[in-house]
């Protein structure tokens, strides 16, 4: 969920982010000798596909990063054993085992 979001949201900006409030943060970004902006706004704002091929590429890179940093950091915690919690512990639930105590007191009447 968190992936897919952050994603959604980074490439939202390149479809729609405002002319207007793309220059209140980059004043000189597509700056045109005339004094007249070529580019560096959303898709659907008439700015055309460069700032969404950037957040594209940006999306890209933190994909590759998180692959390339998590990858082998799970990969050892699963070779040490370490990644999950046994089975037994999944039945009963960790709230007891690791807590001390239940979460919810949900009492289950039996008819």
Excluded at 62 to 90: D, S
Aim: aromatic residues 12%.
């Amino acid at each position: 969920m968190h992936g897919f979001c952050g994603c959604f949201g980074v490439i939202f900006v390149g479809l729609m982010a405002k002319e207007q409030y793309v220059r209140q943060v980059y004043p000189d970004r597509g700056l045109n000798d005339d004094g007249t902006y070529s580019s560096g706004y959303g898709l659907f704002y008439g700015g055309g596909g460069e700032l969404l091929g950037c957040q594209i590429c940006g999306v890209l890179a933190i994909i590759g990063w998180v692959a390339g940093t998590l990858t082998p950091f799970f990969m050892g915690l699963r070779m040490a054993g370490i990644l999950r919690v046994p089975m037994e512990e999944e039945d009963v639930g960790l709230d007891i085992s690791h807590h001390g105590g239940e979460a919810y007191n949900i009492e289950v009447s039996k008819k």
